[in-house]
C-alpha cells in the first residue's frame, strides 16, 4: 500500500504525496506532506486524529510510509452470570506507522503513544528510501533505496537483518507475495527474490521509467488443478512513473516469459492503487486506480491469462465543486487517494487538498460508466487538531426550511372529494359549470365596464379592482381592496362583485389569513362578509369540501387556541377590574374615612411619623399600579391583535368574569362554516 | 469451523469511565481510569487505550500509583483484591487477596509497605479506613489479612477522604462534620459546623474534601457550593477556616494543585474553577466544558489536571487551562428514548447522547464520532427544570432523510411536540434542516417509521400518535418561480375508533403500512391508503409489531403487552401462530429473515432467534442479562462471516447488539476469549531506541563508552574519568529549572571546561565527595542511575587505595582535543 515520494525536482520521482490507509477498517489515513508533517486523519468523522513532525523534518522529508500490521489487542473477556465483566468491544488496534526519509533513515511512530517509538539508522541506508513493506507475519521491514540495496530490518530489535544489493540502479519498489515466502523489487527490472536465502527466483521486464507501485492481485493460481507452490501461477501489477499502462504480470513455472500478460490504461500517471485480493476464480478483481490529474478509475476484471489490448476502466470517478452562481464553472477537486472498504461495495475516498484532505464513503454502482460528485469543500478549513471539548456537529437550520403549523396547508391532509361514485357527475357538472363561468365572466366584465361607466362612487371601482385584481394576481391592486377597514365597504364590494370571483376570493383571503394576524383581522371581515352574502351560491359548488377545506382546517386549528386564549383573557379582566376597582375604593373610602374614637396618646410625634411612612408606602403603590396596568393594557392589546377569532371584543376592558361566556358563545365564524361545509 | 465454541455475551464499547478519579502516570504520558472490571491505560497526547488491565473479578474501586515504584500501579475491587500492575506492558505482576470488599484504595509515600483502604465489614452501610499491610513476598498471590483500623464511620466515596501534608493526617468528612486523624498522635478531631446554621442553611453538608500536599490546609466542599478552607487543626478550639464561594450549587470535587499554590474545584456548572493562593480575588476559570465535573484530579509532574464528567468523558487539561485532549465513551448521561439505530451512512450507532443531540457511536472502533445538535439550544443545568426531550428519531432512504421528534411536557395539557425532517447534503457533507413541523399531533408521537423500500420514488414517513391518529408524510415538491425545493407534506391521516395509535411499520416492499391501535392491528394499502384489514387477538395492547423479510414477507409479527406473541399471516389473514412470551424487544434481521426476540422474566433476560414461518426457535440463550434489556438493533456486518453450525447461522450476516437499563452495551460473539486475547509475546513488540541528539553526542556516549571501559578495565586500572552527571556545572545545567539560568553564552565555557580533565584540580580523593554530595542532591534519580553511582563509587573505593594515576589513552585524548575544537557556538545560540 506504499505510495510514492514527494520528490520535486527529481522529473522521475513519483507523483504524489506519500499516503496510506491504515489495515483492516481503514479507520485512520495517514499522509505525510510535503512540508514534513505527518497527519493522521480519522476516516469516520474526518478528523484530524494527530499531527507529528519529525525532528528533521525539513532536511529528511518522508519519501514514503507504511502502517504496521495491526496488533491484536486483548480487549474482550466472557460476561459471568455473577457479575458481568466489562469487557470492551473487539478491534484489532494498529499502532505502528513506519515512515522512510529522503536521507536514508527509517523512522517508527506510534499512533497510539503519539510518539516516534523508534529510528531505524544503523547499518542502513544512506540515501533515499523509496518504499517500505511490513511483513505479514514475523515483525520483519523491508525497505529499498536509492543506494541500490534492499534491508531487512528486525523490528523488535530495530537492527539491520540482512542487506543486500538489490539492483544496479536504484530500487524504487518493494512487494511481499502473499505467502510471506517471497519479495518481489522493482528496480531497472522487476524481480522475485526467495527471501530465505536472497537469490532471484524470476525476471521480469518492468517498465521505462522508475515502478512507484508493485502490488500482488491474487492469491490463489487460476488454474487449481496443479499443486500451489506458494508463487507459482500468482499474479501483479505493476506502475510506474509516467506510465499510463499498468502491467500485469504472472509468476510462472517456466523462466521463459518475461513480458506481461495484461495491462489496465488510465488518463494519467498512477499516483495511489488499491485493489481488492480475489479469493477465488470466479471472483474478479476490483482495481482503484488514482491518477495525477485527480480522477479515479475502477476496473474489475477476472484474471486468467493473456490480454493483448491494454483495458479501460469500468467506471471513472471524479469530483467537482458545485461552482457557485452562474459565471463561476464547476473547478475539479483532486482525489488523493481511494480505499476500498472491507465489504468491498463501498470506497473511501480522499479529496481536496492534503492539508485538509476530505475523506468520503461512496457506496460503488458498477453499472454508471462516470461518476462525477459535486462536493462543496470551501467550508471545511480547520488545519489544527481538533481540541473542542465536545464532538458537536451543528446540522444548518436556515430560514429556507419549511415550517409547518397547524392550519397550514401540508400540516393536515388535504380534504378530497370522497365518493368516488359519483366522480362522472360531477365532472360533468364542472365542465357546464365552467362553460358558464366563461360566459359569466365576459359577460360580468361588460357589466362592471357598463357599471363603470354609470357610477363614479368609490364603491363602484372596488369591485372591478378586486376581480382585475383576482385575475391578473395582481398584489397591490388586491391590497388597495382588501385592507380596507370599512365594514360597510366591504358589504357593498361582495355584493356586486361577480360570482366567478367568490372562489378565488376565497382562496385569496384563506392565503392571507395564514400569514400575519394583523391582516388577519382585516381578512376575517372580508370572510364574513363573503360567507353570508355568498352562501347560497357556495352550497350550489359540489367541489366546495375540496375548495375549503385548508380554510376549515385553518379555522379549526385557530379556534382550538381559542379557548385557552379566552381563559386568558378572563383572567386579566378579572386582574385589571380588581386593580380598578380597589383604585376606585381607595380613592373613595380614604378621604371619607373617619375614625369614630380617636384616643391619644401623649406622644404625637410618633404618630405623624408613622402617617408619613404611610402615606410614602401608598404613593408607591399607586405608582405600581398604574405602570402594572398600562403594561396589561399592552398586553391585551397584543393578545388581541393575535387573535383572529375574538375580534368582536375589542372593548373588553372593563369587563368582568361574566363576559367570558358570551366570548365563547359568539365564536361567530365557526357555526357558518358548519353550515358550508355540508 | 466454531462449532464447538458457544455464544458468549460480551460488553462492547463504551463503557463507563467516570466512576472515580483518574490517576496520571508520574511522566504525565498516560492516564489511568477504572472501568467496569478493568482498568484503562490511555495516552494523554493521543486519546488511545495504551492497555487494558484486566483480571479483577469485580468492579475497579480504586487505583493509585505505586509511591515506592512510579511505573507500577495499584488497584483495589469489590472482589477483595488489591493487585499490582506493570502497566506500560500491561502486566499483573501481584495479587494481594484481603478477603472483603474494597471500596476505595489510598497509597501514602511515607507509610512504605501498607495502602490505605475503605471496607465495610460488619454492617452494610459502616464504612471503616484501614491500614492495610501488604507483606512482601514472590509469590504471585499474597494474602494481605493484616488489617489496622484508622477511622470508622466514613463515606463511601473516596473523596471524601484526603490525607494530608505528607500523610501525617488523614481527613474523612460527612454529613455535617470533618473528622481530622493524626497518625502520630493518634488521636482524632472533629470539627462540626454549628448545627443552627445547618438549620437556617440546611444545605452545608460536606461533600468533599482535599489536603493541601505540604501545609496544614483542609479543603472542604459543601452542598451549598461553598469551599471551606480550614486552617489550624491541631487546636480543638482554635482552628480557623475561610470561605470560598463561587459555586452555585453543590462542589463535586476538590484538589490540590502538586505545589499547593492553587486549588481546582468543579461542579455542575461545568466550569473548572482555579484558586489562586485561596483567596476569592484570584480566581481562573475554564468554562463550557460540557458536563457536570464529577472529578478532578492532578498529575505528579504537575502540568496536567484532567476532569471526569457525567457524560462519560475525561477531559486532560494543560497546567495554563487549556483542554489538550478529550477521552470520550459512549454518553449515558441520560435516559434512551430513541432507541437503537444504525444510521445507513457511516454505519455508526445512533442514539440519544447529549441532552438535546443524537450521538454518533462507531462499534468497530470503539469511539465516539459526534454529537449531533438537534435541537439547538442553551441546556440550562438546573434542578427541577423540564428539558426538551429528544424522543424519536428515524433515518429514511439509505440515510438522506432523518426525521427527530422532541418534546417538552410541563404539564399534562401542556405539550410543545415538534417534528423536525433534516435532509443530508452530499455537497456540504452534513445535515440541512428541510421541514419543521409544529405540533404534528396533538398529543405524543408513539412511533415513527421511513418506508424504506427500494423501490419506492416517494420519500414516505409515518408518525403514530396518541391522539388516536396516525398521519402520512409524504415528500412533495414546492418549487416556484423564485427556488426550486421540495418539503413534506401530510398526505394521509388515518385514525381506527379513536383508539390511541401505539406502533407503526411498513412492510419490506413498502406496499403496506401496519398500524396497531392499542389491541388492533390494521393493515393499509399505502398506495390508496384504504384500510386493507384488521388483527386482533385480544390479549393486550400491542407493544411491537413488524412485518417478516424475505422469504417471509408474508407474516406479520406482534408483541403484546400480556406476553403473547403473534403471528399473522397476510394472505390467508388468518393467525398463523403464536407463542406466550413476554416480549420486550423485537427487531428484525435487515439482513436474513430472522428476528430476534427478547424476554423478560423474573429471574433474567432471554434470547429467542425465531424465523416467522416457523413457530420454534433457531436459537435459544437463556440468562444474558440480568437486567431490563431495553433496545436491541441487528447491525449488518460488513465482511460476513461463515458459521456452519445452525445455532450461529443467524449470526453471520449481521451482528446483534443491545442495551440494558444501567445502559450498558452488550452483544453476542462466537469467538473464544482465549482466541481475542492476544499473549503479549505475539503482540509486535518493536523495541524503544531513540535516535541520537547533541546532548547524546556529549553526555550518552561519553558515559556509554565509559562504561564500556568500565567493564574492561575494572580490574586493573583506576576509572578517574569524572562521570558526567556527577559534574556540579553539568548537573546544575541539567538540572536549574530554565528560568533562573544565567545566559547560555556564561554558562557555556564553564560546561566545557567542566567536561576537560584538570589533574592539578581534581584530585583522586575528590571525587567520591562530589558524588556524594550529588547523590544527596538527586533524591529523584531513578534506581537504575542509583545504582550506577554505586558502582562507580564502588570502583573509585577500590582503586584509592592502589593509588594509581590514571593514564589518558590516545584515542581518549584525541577525542577530547576534539572537544575542545567543536565549534560550540550553537550553545549559545540556544
Redesign the interface.
Known amino acids: 500500500m506504499a505510495a510514492g515520494g514527494g520528490g520535486s525536482g527529481d522529473p522521475l520521482a513519483p507523483a504524489g504525496v506519500p499516503c496510506a490507509f491504515s489495515p483492516h477498517?481503514q479507520?485512520y489515513f495517514a499522509l505525510a506532506s510535503t512540508d514534513g508533517h505527518l497527519r493522521v486523519w480519522?476516516t469516520?468523522?474526518?478528523r484530524l486524529?494527530?499531527e507529528y513532525v519529525p525532528?528533521a523534518h525539513l532536511s529528511g522529508t518522508c519519501t514514503c510510509l507504511a502502517w504496521?500490521?495491526a496488533?491484536?489487542?486483548?480487549?474482550?473477556?466472557?460476561?459471568?452470570?455473577k457479575?458481568?465483566?466489562?469487557?470492551?468491544?473487539?478491534?484489532n488496534?494498529t499502532?505502528?506507522l513506519a515512515l522512510g526519509t529522503a536521507v536514508g533513515?527509517i523512522l517508527?511512530y506510534s499512533?497510539?503513544?503519539?510518539?516516534?517509538?523508534?529510528?531505524l539508522?544503523s547499518g542502513g541506508h544512506d540515501n533515499r528510501v523509496n518504499c517500505i513493506q511490513w511483513h505479514q507475519d514475523s515483525?520483519c521491514l523491508y525497505s529499498c533505496s536509492d543506494d541500490k540495496h534492499i534491508v531487512e530490518w528486525n523490528?523488535?530489535?530495530?537492527k539491520v537483518k540482512c542487506k543486500w544489493k538489490g539492483d544496479n540502479s536504484s530500487v524504487s519498489s518493494l512487494c511481499i507475495s502473499p505467502d510471506g515466502k517471497m519479495l518481489l523489487s522493482a528496480g531497472r527490472t522487476i524481480k522475485l527474490w526467495v527471501l530465505e536465502t536472497k537469490e532471484v527466483y524470476r525476471h521480469f521486464t518492468g517498465h521505462a521509467t522508475p515502478v512507484s507501485s508493485l502490488m500482488f492481485t491474487t492469491i490463489r493460481p487460476p488454474n487449481e488443478s496443479q499443486p500451489f507452490d506458494g508463487i507459482t501461477g500468482l499474479y501483479f501489477l505493476s506502475g510506474a512513473v509516467h506510465d499510463r499502462l499498468l502491467n500485469v504480470w504472472q509468476v510462472r513455472s517456466e523462466n521463459k516469459e518475461k513480458s506481461a500478460v495484461m495491462s489496465f490504461t488510465v488518463t494519467d500517471e498512477p499516483v495511489y492503487i488499491d485493489l481488492t485480493l480475489s479469493e477465488n476464480k470466479e471472483e474478479p478483481v476490483k482495481l482503484a486506480v488514482v491518477c495525477r490529474d485527480g480522477q479515479v478509475h475502477l476496473f474489475e476484471h477476472i484474471l486468467n491469462g493473456y490480454c493483448k489490448k491494454p483495458l479501460t476502466s469500468n467506471c471513472t470517478i471524479q469530483i467537482a465543486t458545485?461552482g457557485k452562481g452562474k459565471k463561476s464553472t464547476p473547478k475539479p477537486i483532486p482525489i488523493l487517494a481511494a480505499g476500498f472498504?472491507?465489504?468491498k461495495m463501498s470506497l473511501l475516498l480522499v479529496y481536496g487538498s492534503w492539508f485538509q484532505p476530505?475523506i468520503?464513503?461512496v457506496a460503488l454502482n458498477s453499472r454508471e460508466p462516470h461518476m462525477c460528485?459535486?462536493?462543496?469543500i470551501s467550508?471545511c478549513w480547520a488545519p489544527k487538531v481538533e481540541?473542542?471539548?465536545?464532538?458537536?456537529?451543528?446540522?444548518?437550520?436556515?430560514s429556507?426550511?419549511?415550517?409547518?403549523?397547524?392550519g397550514i396547508?401540508?400540516?393536515?391532509?388535504?380534504i378530497k372529494p370522497a365518493p368516488p361514485q359519483t366522480k362522472q357527475v360531477e365532472s360533468k357538472r364542472k365542465s357546464g359549470g365552467n362553460e358558464v363561468s366563461i360566459e359569466e365572466r365576459l359577460g360580468a366584465m361588460d357589466i362592471d365596464a357598463r357599471k363603470k361607466g354609470k357610477d363614479d362612487l368609490q364603491t363602484n371601482s372596488f369591485p372591478v379592482l378586486l376581480t382585475q385584481g383576482l385575475e391578473s394576481n395582481d398584489f397591490e391592486m388586491l391590497n388597495k381592496v382588501l385592507q380596507t377597514r370599512n365594514v360597510n365597504l366591504i358589504k357593498k364590494t361582495v355584493l356586486r362583485m361577480p360570482l366567478h370571483t367568490v372562489i378565488p376570493l376565497l382562496q385569496e383571503l384563506t392565503k392571507r389569513l395564514q400569514g400575519h394576524p394583523n391582516s388577519a383581522v382585516l381578512m376575517v371581515q372580508w370572510l364574513k362578509c363573503v360567507l353570508t352574502v355568498h352562501a347560497s351560491y357556495l352550497s350550489t359548488l359540489p367541489d366546495l369540501v375540496p375548495q375549503l377545506g385548508t380554510l376549515y382546517q385553518l379555522m379549526e386549528s385557530r379556534v382550538k387556541t381559542f379557548q385557552k386564549l379566552s381563559h386568558l383573557h378572563g383572567k386579566l379582566i378579572l386582574l385589571i377590574t380588581q386593580v380598578t376597582a380597589s383604585e376606585k375604593t381607595k380613592g373613595a373610602t380614604s378621604p371619607g374615612q373617619k375614625a369614630k374614637l380617636v384616643y391619644e396618646e401623649e406622644s404625637s410625634e410618633e404618630e405623624s411619623d408613622d402617617e408619613i411612612a404611610d402615606k410614602d408606602s401608598e404613593d408607591n403603590w399607586d405608582e405600581d399600579e398604574e405602570e402594572s396596568e398600562s403594561e396589561k393594557d399592552e398586553d391585551i392589546d397584543e393578545e388581541e391583535d393575535e387573535d383572529a377569532e375574538g375580534k368582536d371584543e375589542e372593548n373588553g376592558e372593563d369587563r368582568d368574569i361574566a363576559s367570558e361566556k358570551e366570548l365563547n358563545g359568539d365564536s361567530d365564524l365557526d357555526p357558518e362554516n358548519e353550515s358550508e361545509e355540508e | 469451523m466454531v462449532d464447538e465454541e458457544t455464544i458468549?455475551?460480551?460488553?462492547?464499547?463504551g463503557?463507563?469511565l467516570n466512576f472515580r478519579r483518574a490517576v496520571f502516570s508520574a511522566d504525565s504520558?498516560y492516564i489511568f481510569c477504572v472501568?467496569?472490571?478493568?482498568v484503562k491505560v490511555y495516552?494523554t497526547?493521543?486519546e488511545?487505550?495504551?492497555h487494558?488491565l484486566?483480571g479483577h473479578?469485580?468492579?475497579v474501586t480504586g487505583i493509585q500509583l505505586n509511591p515506592n515504584n512510579h511505573l507500577q500501579l495499584y488497584s483495589c475491587s469489590l472482589d477483595g483484591t488489591i493487585k499490582l500492575w506493570d502497566y506500560i506492558d500491561g502486566i499483573l505482576i501481584k495479587t494481594f487477596i484481603v478477603g472483603c470488599k474494597l471500596h476505595a484504595l489510598f497509597t501514602v509515600a511515607q507509610a512504605e509497605d501498607s495502602v490505605f483502604a475503605i471496607v465495610n465489614k460488619e454492617k452494610p452501610d459502616i464504612f471503616q479506613l484501614v491500614s492495610v499491610k501488604l507483606p512482601k513476598s514472590s509469590s504471585q498471590e499474597v494474602e494481605a489479612k493484616e488489617l489496622s483500623f484508622v477511622l470508622d464511620y466514613i463515606n463511601q466515596s473516596p473523596k471524601c477522604i484526603a490525607f494530608g501534608n505528607e500523610g501525617v493526617y488523614v481527613a474523612a468528612v460527612r454529613e455535617f462534620y470533618l473528622s481530622v486523624y493524626f497518625f502520630k498522635k493518634k488521636t482524632t478531631s472533629r470539627f462540626t459546623l454549628s448545627s443552627s446554621r445547618n438549620k437556617k442553611h440546611a444545605k452545608n453538608n460536606f461533600t468533599c474534601v482535599a489536603c493541601h500536599p505540604t501545609e496544614d490546609c483542609i479543603a472542604s466542599g459543601h452542598m451549598d457550593g461553598k469551599i471551606r478552607l480550614w486552617r489550624n487543626f491541631y487546636d480543638d478550639k482554635k482552628y480557623t477556616y475561610t470561605c470560598l464561594h463561587w459555586h452555585h450549587d453543590m462542589v463535586m470535587d476538590l484538589a490540590f494543585s502538586v505545589t499547593g499554590t492553587s486549588l481546582l474545584s468543579g461542579g455542575c456548572e461545568s466550569v473548572l474553577v482555579e484558586w489562586r493562593d485561596a483567596t476569592e480575588k484570584n480566581k481562573e476559570f475554564l468554562p463550557?466544558?460540557?458536563a457536570t465535573i464529577e472529578h478532578i484530579s492532578v498529575s505528579p509532574a504537575g502540568d496536567l489536571f484532567c476532569t471526569s464528567h457525567s457524560d462519560n468523558k475525561i477531559?486532560i487539561i494543560h497546567r495554563n487551562l487549556?483542554?489538550?485532549?478529550?477521552i470520550?465513551g459512549l454518553v449515558k448521561d441520560r435516559s434512551i428514548f430513541t432507541g437503537l439505530m444504525i444510521d445507513p451512512?457511516?454505519k455508526?450507532l445512533v442514539l440519544n447522547g447529549?441532552p438535546g443531540?443524537l450521538q454518533?457511536y462507531?462499534?468497530?472502533?470503539?469511539?465516539?464520532?459526534?454529537?449531533?445538535?438537534?435541537i439547538?439550544q442553551e441546556y440550562i443545568n438546573d434542578y427541577g427544570l423540564i428539558q426538551i426531550e429528544l424522543t424519536k428519531a428515524a433515518f429514511g432512504c439509505f440515510g438522506n432523510w432523518l426525521a427527530t421528534v422532541e418534546q417538552r411536557q410541563e404539564k399534562e395539557t401542556e405539550l410543545e411536540l415538534q417534528m423536525k425532517l433534516?435532509m443530508y447534503?452530499?455537497?456540504?457533507?452534513?445535515?440541512?434542516?428541510?421541514?419543521?413541523?409544529?405540533?404534528?399531533h396533538e398529543d405524543c408521537i408513539t412511533a415513527l417509521c421511513f418506508c424504506n423500500a427500494e423501490k419506492s420514488e416517494q420519500p414516505t414517513l409515518v408518525t403514530a400518535s396518541k391522539d388516536g391518529y396516525f398521519?402520512?408524510w409524504i415528500l412533495?415538491d414546492?418549487s416556484d418561480i423564485y427556488?426550486k425545493?421540495v418539503?413534506?407534506?401530510?398526505?394521509?391521516?388515518g385514525s381506527y375508533h379513536k383508539y390511541q395509535a401505539t406502533n407503526c411499520c411498513f412492510s419490506e416492499d413498502g406496499s403496506l403500512l401496519a398500524v396497531s391501535f392499542e389491541e388492533i392491528v390494521t393493515i393499509w394499502d399505502s398506495v390508496t391508503w384504504e384500510l386493507k384489514c384488521t388483527f386482533c387477538q385480544r390479549a393486550g395492547k400491542i407493544r411491537h409489531l413488524c412485518f417478516g423479510r424475505l422469504t417471509c414477507s408474508k407474516y406479520l409479527l406482534g408483541a403484546t403487552e400480556n406476553g403473547i406473541l403473534c403471528c399473522w399471516n397476510l394472505l390467508s389473514c388468518a393467525l398463523e401462530w403464536n407463542a406466550k412470551l413476554n416480549v420486550r424487544v423485537m427487531e428484525p434481521d435487515p439482513n436474513s429473515e430472522n428476528i430476534a426476540a427478547i424476554s423478560q422474566s423474573s429471574v433474567g433476560s432471554d434470547l429467542f432467534v425465531f424465523k416467522p414461518s416457523e413457530p420454534r426457535p433457531l436459537y435459544i440463550q437463556k440468562?444474558i442479562?440480568?437486567e431490563e434489556v431495553q433496545w436491541g438493533v441487528f447491525v449488518p456486518r460488513?465482511?460476513p462471516e461463515s458459521f456452519t453450525s445452525e445455532a450461529y447461522q443467524w449470526l453471520n450476516r449481521s451482528q446483534f447488539y443491545f442495551l440494558t437499563k444501567s445502559q450498558?452495551l452488550?452483544?453476542f460473539?462466537t469467538?473464544s476469549?482465549e482466541e481475542?486475547?492476544?499473549p503479549t509475546s505475539?503482540?509486535?513488540?518493536?523495541?524503544?531506541?531513540?535516535?541520537t541528539t547533541p546532548f547524546y553526542f556529549i553526555l550518552g556516549k561519553h558515559r556509554q563508552h565509559q562504561d564500556e571501559k568500565l567493564n574492561e578495565t575494572l580490574e586493573n586500572e583506576l576509572v578517574q574519568l569524572p562521570l558526567t552527571e556527577n559534574i556540579p556545572a553539568v548537573s546544575e545545567l541539567l538540572h536549574t529549572p530554565a528560568h533562573v539560568l544565567p545566559s547560555a553564552a556564561f554558562l557555556c565555557s564553564m560546561f566545557v571546561n567542566s567536561l576537560l580533565l584538570s589533574k592539578e584540580t581534581k584530585s583522586a580523593k575528590e571525587i567520591p565527595e562530589d558524588v556524594d554530595m550529588e547523590e544527596e542532591k538527586e533524591s529523584e534519580d531513578s534506581d537504575e542511575e542509583n545504582d550506577f553511582i554505586e558502582k562507580v563509587q564502588d570502583t573509585n573505593n577500590t582503586g584509592l587505595g592502589e593509588d594509581i594515576i590514571h593514564q589518558l589513552s590516545k584515542s581518549e585524548e584525541k577525542e577530547l582535543r576534539k572537544f575542545r575544537k567543536i565549534d560550540y557556538s550553537w550553545i549559545a545560540a540556544l
Not at chain 2, 487549556?322 to 478529550?326: G, I, K, L, R, T
Not at chain 2, 503482540?683 to 535516535?691: D, I, K, N
Request: hydrophobic fraction near 30%; charged fraction near 25%; glycine fraction near 6%.
Open positions: 477498517s479507520a480519522e469516520a468523522n474526518n486524529h494527530q525532528s504496521a500490521p496488533r491484536l489487542q486483548a480487549k474482550e473477556s466472557p460476561q459471568r452470570k457479575r458481568k465483566s466489562e469487557a470492551v468491544g473487539t478491534s488496534q499502532d505502528l533513515s517508527l499512533t497510539v503513544k503519539g510518539e516516534l517509538h523508534s529510528k539508522v515483525g523490528v523488535q530489535a530495530c458545485p472498504c472491507s465489504d476530505t468520503e464513503r460528485l459535486v462536493r462543496d467550508n481540541t473542542a471539548i465536545t464532538k458537536v456537529r451543528t446540522p444548518v437550520m436556515n429556507e426550511a419549511k415550517v409547518l403549523v397547524p396547508p401540508g400540516h393536515h391532509a388535504a | 458468549r455475551v460480551v460488553r462492547c464499547g463503557s463507563e504520558k472501568s467496569g472490571d478493568f495516552s497526547v493521543t488511545e487505550c495504551v487494558i484486566h473479578r469485580n468492579l463550557r466544558l460540557g477531559i487549556e483542554a489538550s485532549a478529550v470520550q451512512r457511516t455508526a447529549k443531540h454518533f462507531s462499534l468497530q472502533s470503539d469511539k465516539q464520532l459526534y454529537n449531533l445538535d438537534i439547538q433534516w447534503n452530499k455537497k456540504t457533507q452534513g445535515f440541512i434542516l428541510n421541514t419543521k413541523i409544529n405540533m404534528p398521519k402520512v412533495t414546492d427556488k425545493t418539503g413534506w407534506t401530510c398526505d394521509f391521516v440468562g442479562s440480568r460488513d465482511v450498558s452488550l452483544t460473539s469467538k476469549p481475542k486475547l492476544t505475539k503482540q509486535l513488540l518493536a523495541e524503544e531506541s531513540l535516535p
